[in-house]
């Protein structure tokens, strides 16, 4: 037995690597609704699902708004009523797949992989922002495609943000993750960069019930590649995961490294929803990792960046 957060509610699930989704019972389905652990904009539509002794049986969809699993916060799973008061709570492959690799010794679920905690190491301060691009680097010495940069000023800081839009290839690619923008900020009072952004932007048309959505699978590439290149985990993570049902008011996935002086961020962030002209709905999203100094960051004044 898995214990588990599910919206809050302490719950234990039989784990099940051939269930495809999280199901909970009628029961339990029922005393989460009543007592505000589930909301109607949670509930989907009916499901038929083949049970482990071969039953046909008849469910419901619905959202799963945050699980949390020893310490891990999975945010909108998918998951279904089974109609039977005493059917099992089953952790299925909706939750399991997010959390990656993992060992069961001793009846325990040993998660294994880049959330694994590691010794944190100053890789990120020693690196200083990204490739040949350095934090602190003085504005006289900034390369020369930054002549032909568009900039804004902000009038109370007198910090210019930049698009580099003459940056060269390698520069506006992470891994192997081709970026639209590279974007600069540059203290025009010490005169200095002090931030770097990569920006991919995403449009994606919702042809049916359950849309895939690319900006999430590269999303978690760049943190399992990130985390592997730098040998830390994230010092914070979340993934609010993409769905038909309730993306309208998703806040997306934020992670963040924080060094002594530097942080790396990536997040998602919905910009638009439009409709197409045959009504299908229409989102834009933009995939944005920032390098920046650490200036006694908190959590909320790092995602408030975004």
């Known amino acids: 037995m898995i214990p588990c957060k599910v919206n809050g509610l302490k719950l234990k699930f ?54 949390e699993i020893g310490g891990i916060i999975l945010k ?53 922002g990204f490739k040949t691009l350095k934090l602190g680097t003085p504005l006289d010495n900034l390369p020369s495609f930054f002549k032909t940069s568009e900039c804004s000023i902000n009038k109370n800081t007198n910090v210019a943000t930049c698009n580099i839009k003459d940056a060269p290839i390698e520069l506006k690619t992470v891994f192997d993750i081709k970026m639209d923008l590279l974007i600069a900020n540059l203290d025009l009072n010490a005169k200095t960069m002090i931030g770097i952004q990569l920006i991919k932007r995403y449009r994606t048309v919702v042809q049916s ?69 045959d009504y299908k709905p229409e989102y834009f999203f933009e995939l944005k990792i920032n390098y920046m100094k650490n200036e006694g960051e908190t959590t909320d004044s790092i995602l408030k960046k975004f």
Do not use: C, H
């Open 14 to 67: 039989i784990l099940d690597t051939g269930a495809s989704d999280v199901s909970i019972s009628q029961t339990e389905a029922q005393f989460m609704l009543k007592n505000g652990y589930l909301n109607k904009e949670d509930i989907g539509e009916k499901e038929y699902y083949t049970l482990a002794n071969g039953n046909i049986a008849e469910g419901v969809i619905i959202n799963l708004r945050e699980i």
């Open 76 to 128: 909108n799973i998918k998951a279904s009523i089974i109609l039977e008061q005493k059917a099992p709570l089953l952790l299925g492959q909706t939750a399991l797949q997010k959390l990656g690799a993992y060992k069961i010794i001793e009846n325990k679920l040993i998660l294994e992989d880049y959330l694994a905690t590691k010794e944190k190491s100053n890789i990120i301060d020693e690196k200083n």
């Open 209 to 277: 019930e359950n849309p895939t959505f690319p900006i999430m699978k590269d999303y978690k590439d760049l943190i399992v590649m990130y985390s592997k290149a730098l040998g830390i985990k994230p010092d914070f993570f979340s993934t609010d995961e993409l769905n038909s049902m309730n993306i309208a008011s998703t806040e997306g996935g934020y992670a963040y490294w924080k060094g002594s002086d530097v942080i790396l961020t990536v997040g998602t962030v919905i910009k638009d929803i439009k409709l197409t002209e």
